[in-house]
């Protein structure tokens, strides 16, 4: 179905561009699978497997595909795509986020985003003092983050009801 699908690509590129084979590039399968058999970006990869097997299982799998195809221009490995996904499950699933957040951390340890994402996911479970220990770790970084410094600041002043 997607090598018909590809013919069928390349067939509406010749008629609209009125070239044929050889005068305009084809699509080809490695375009969008760049190697693996499923092309679909890393970010979706880990929030799926986080939500049917857990974040566990999730962290194994990106680990896996980290280590198989790094380096290869098949998936984005850069340290947004974590903070993407953690940011997105911080909310209804704290425990995730931050699961991701280590992880990340664990490859981008200079990572001040990875911090902050790291810290919006503990004030989600109520971890306000390991939030603020996170936002000093990020201001030790890049100590002019004028994110971090406010972040840090309101919720030093925040006294939050239990």
Same mark, same amino acid.
């Given at each position: 179905?997607?090598?018909?699908?590809?013919?069928?690509?390349?067939?509406?590129?010749?008629?609209?561009?009125?070239?044929?084979?050889?005068?305009?590039?084809?699509?080809?399968?490695?375009?969008?699978?760049?190697?693996?058999?499923?092309?679909?970006?890393?970010?979706?990869?880990?929030?799926?497997?986080?939500?049917?097997?857990?974040?566990?299982?999730?962290?194994?799998?990106? %680990?896996?595909? %980290?280590?198989?195809?790094?380096?290869?221009?098949?998936?984005?490995?850069?340290?947004?795509?974590?903070?993407?996904?953690?940011?997105?499950?911080?909310?209804? %699933?704290?425990?995730?986020?931050?699961?991701?957040?280590?992880?990340?951390?664990?490859?981008?340890?200079?990572?001040?985003?990875?911090?902050?994402?790291?810290?919006?996911?503990?004030?989600?479970?109520?971890?306000?003092?390991?939030?603020?220990?996170?936002?000093?770790?990020?201001?030790?970084?890049?100590?002019?983050?004028?994110?971090?410094?406010?972040?840090?600041?309101?919720?030093?002043?925040?006294?939050?009801?239990?």
């Amino acid at each position: 179905a997607m090598m018909a699908m590809t013919d069928d690509i390349n067939a509406r590129i010749h008629a609209a561009t009125g070239k044929g084979a050889g005068q305009v590039t084809d699509i080809q399968c490695a375009y969008c699978h760049r190697g693996v058999p499923v092309p679909r970006p890393i970010g979706d990869i880990v929030w799926q497997a986080t939500r049917e097997k857990g974040v566990a299982a999730a962290i194994d799998q990106y %680990r896996d595909l %980290r280590q198989h195809f790094y380096g290869r221009s098949t998936y984005d490995f850069g340290e947004d795509t974590l903070i993407a996904v953690a940011n997105q499950m911080a909310n209804a %699933r704290a425990d995730d986020a931050i699961a991701l957040m280590k992880l990340n951390l664990e490859f981008y340890p200079q990572s001040v985003r990875s911090y902050m994402a790291l810290a919006f996911a503990q004030t989600r479970k109520l971890d306000d003092m390991g939030a603020i220990a996170t936002l000093e770790k990020a201001l030790e970084i890049e100590p002019e983050n004028s994110a971090a410094k406010g972040r840090l600041e309101q919720l030093k002043s925040y006294h939050r009801q239990r």
